[in-house]
């Protein structure tokens, strides 16, 4: 009979092996240096600490991912990779991260991401939700500033490179709002920073809030 010990031992030892294996396999792996590692493994993996397993995120810090379209995703996660995009928020977190993402695992998390039913509208402030309602249909003519549905789509859903919007967090969207306005750090969104100009501190406020009320419809 196998004395106590040496039977602990044993099972201590099959269990480091079962564990290793699990961190070793591809279908359970945080290794984002392996290029065999499916996108779908990543982002349950990796990306759903910040951005929710479903890209529907619970911290304003982080954006909501679901339903947001591929070709902007992809964007996004090369320019960070490039370090093209160097706003705080993200390249504390996403430069490291999507460093050694190989083109074919980005074109996976784009598709997985995109394909997730998008976060519910959240109920916000009547005055601030029409003020933003205005602003995202009919622009600011004083201002010059085009309406946003020109680019995000009359429902917010996005087209192509233009993200879509519904739905986000509104504390996002005023900091990403800053940045186009404020910073060169989102080089790609030259167009965002001309626009942005236009834009008050409430007027940022107000879009936001009207974005967040609104359901992406997909």
Known sequence: MMPTLTRLNFSLASLAVVALSACSSTERSRALDDSNVKAPVIAMQVCANCHGVTGVSTSP??????????????????????HGRSDPAGFEYMWGLSARLSDEQISGLADYFSAQKPAAGKQADTVAFQEGK??????????????????????????????????????????????????DERPEGSIMKNIAHGLSKENMENIAAYLQAMPLQK
């Not at 992809?74 to 960070?80: W, Y």
């Not at 504390?171 to 940045?179: E, N, T």
């Open 61 to 82: 810090n982080f954006p909501h991912l679901a339903g947001q379209t591929p070709a902007y995703l992809t964007a996004q996660l090369k320019s960070f990779k490039t």
């Open 134 to 183: 205005k602003i995202f249909e009919s622009g600011i003519v004083s201002s010059s500033t085009p309406a946003c549905a020109t680019c995000h789509g009359a429902k917010g859903e996005g087209m192509g490179q233009f993200p879509s919007l519904a739905g986000q967090h509104a504390d996002y969207v005023v900091k990403q709002l800053m940045v186009f306005q404020r910073t």
